[in-house]
């Protein structure tokens, strides 16, 4: 355990994301323990029927009387399920008997790309422009992509689950982070979380005379419409384009800030209200810059992420335009995504305006099996240092604690994605329950121990997906490596490959996995001569 200062791990860190380039190479995933692999060699341990490596050892300390008992837990998912308490009611364990939630496959999501780039102005008024700037929220006016592919997204809600806060793969926990949301959104994320306040119809009525300047019976007509506390994004830019024209410059910006955050980061799935309460954010204009806005809307998606996963649900609320350009940056093989600059070339814009829409001809049902495929060489672990200069790394998106916004709480566990920060993963202590959480404000400000308690317990990564001895057999007890059954027509095992390194460069790691997908695809074998020239393609591929 690290017991020295937070002050010489940051250095620690710092130097992490100062000399650690874009692209990620190196070992691959540690399936087996305490081996080396030669680069034109593989070691092959095969799944059992339901698509796991099996176990060796349960985990450290553990007897060899309890490694030998019968798993328990669910045929696909956990042997041990004091991890995923909620996997009785979640999505995977459904799909790994066939069970759809509906006869769509993907889920409905709030996506308001199209329209907010037709309300947003080119250019706003400077004495607008100039309290949406201190605001903190100018960046959301450009970042929303025009569609969400919701196939690709839908697959990866397919993979949340909420005691973690974090996407299970097949090799492990990833998330999106604090410091991926400074990135992608250029949001703040630090400063003060907003605590609850209830909104009546009646208030929300007084409210929208208030701050929004219109009359009474106007404000009534309209929060009766919505049936409830809410506004109407329509309406709200109707009034902001009104207040313009007549330079009522506080009620325009307050409309039109109201809209901008409904739009994206508390998109909700009504798809064209929202919540009233929200307008108190911006009763005082000149103050409103002091919340945490990333995390506000990090907390927002990882609600919502968390009620869809869940077999029952078939929406999905939140800023879809977030989790999709996180895919895009770090999941360079999976999705389809148009290109609009080189990262080398920005000139500081927000990551998420790098990417625009693409239509995938993949379905959720394609998409789960390529999912189930990836092993950690089709990543970039940390595709943000050469974003550097605009968004430099803050420590505070190690603190391991709860987030809050307004009543909904929610764990933020970097230490169970430790790899995206440049750090050796170790098996995680258990989530918190932040039902239990009574002084999440003073753990925030004081986020500083939290962070000693992370990254003391791990140390830089040597290769980007550096784990420690026992991480992959605890995982595969507590989780499901994959979603569908491997060859459910088949009771053929599917030999799993392991080789020491993987492809640097971003154009050879596409090759390798296209590869490496097909030889899988017809179950074949490094000793079959028909597929002797595809190996030795996959072995070249890999050195580069």
Not at 441 to 457: A, K, N, R
């Amino acid at each position: 355990m690290y017991t020295g200062t937070l002050k010489s791990k940051s250095s620690d860190l710092k130097s992490v994301y100062r000399n650690t380039s874009l692209k990620c190479s190196g070992l691959l995933f540690l399936w087996t323990l305490n081996r080396k692999f030669s680069r034109k060699s593989s070691v092959v341990r095969r799944r059992g029927a339901d698509g796991r490596i099996p176990v060796r050892t349960l985990d450290r300390g553990a007897s060899s009387s309890a490694a030998a008992a019968e798993p328990t837990g669910y045929p696909g998912g956990p042997y041990d399920t004091s991890l995923l308490v909620k996997y009785k009611h979640h999505v995977a364990r459904h799909i790994w008997f066939g069970e759809e939630r509906g006869p769509k496959k993907e889920l409905k999501v709030a996506g308001h790309g199209l329209k907010l780039n037709s309300r947003v102005p080119l250019a706003l008024p400077p004495q607008m422009e100039s309290w949406v700037s201190r605001s903190g929220l100018a960046s959301l006016q450009r970042t929303s992509l025009n569609k969400i592919d919701t196939n690709l997204v839908s697959a990866f809600v397919e993979r949340w689950h909420l005691e973690t806060s974090s996407f299970h793969m097949p090799f492990g926990e990833m998330s999106i982070t604090l410091d991926d949301v400074a990135c992608l959104l250029h949001l703040p994320i630090r400063g003060i979380f907003w605590s609850p306040q209830d909104v009546t119809e009646e208030l929300a009525v007084e409210l929208a005379v208030d701050y929004l300047g219109v009359s009474q019976s106007q404000a009534q007509s309209h929060v009766r419409s919505c049936r409830g506390s809410y506004y109407k994004l329509e309406w709200l830019y109707d009034i902001f384009v009104h207040h313009r024209a007549a330079s009522s410059w506080a009620y325009a910006t307050r409309a039109y800030l109201l809209m901008l955050v409904g739009s994206t980061i508390f998109a909700d799935k009504t798809f064209t209200l929202v919540e009233a309460r929200y307008l108190l954010l911006f009763r005082d204009l000149d103050g409103c810059s002091g919340y945490s806005w990333g995390a506000a809307a990090l907390v927002t998606l990882y609600r919502y992420l968390g009620d869809a996963s869940m077999y029952s649900c078939k929406q999905l609320g939140g800023y879809p335009t977030l989790l999709q350009c996180w895919i895009h940056e770090y999941f360079p093989t999976v999705g389809k995504r148009g290109e609009n600059w080189n990262p080398a070339g920005n000139c500081g814009l927000p990551r998420a305006m790098r990417w625009s829409y693409r239509q995938g001809v993949l379905k959720v049902d394609d998409l789960r099996p390529i999912l189930d495929e990836l092993t950690p060489t089709d990543f970039i672990w940390r595709p943000f240092e050469d974003h550097r200069a605009w968004r430099v790394f803050d420590e505070i998106c190690l603190y391991r604690g709860c987030l809050k916004w307004g009543e909904t709480v929610v764990p933020y566990l970097p230490d169970r994605c430790l790899r995206q920060f440049g750090y050796r993963q170790y098996v995680p202590s258990p989530p918190l329950d932040c039902m239990m959480a009574t002084d999440i404000d003073v753990d925030w400000i004081s986020y500083h121990q939290s962070v000693v308690d992370v990254i003391g317990s791990s140390s830089v990564a040597t290769t980007p997906s550096e784990v420690v001895d026992g991480y992959p057999e605890w995982y595969y007890r507590v989780s499901h490596p994959r979603l569908v059954p491997p060859h459910r027509d088949a009771p053929r095992e599917v030999p799993v490959p392991v080789y020491d390194a993987g492809p640097s460069d971003p154009d050879w790691a596409r090759v390798s996995t296209l590869i490496r997908r097909y030889l899988r695809q017809v179950n074949a074998e490094e000793e079959d001569p028909q597929f002797s020239d595809l190996f030795e393609a996959l072995h070249i591929s890999r050195s580069h």
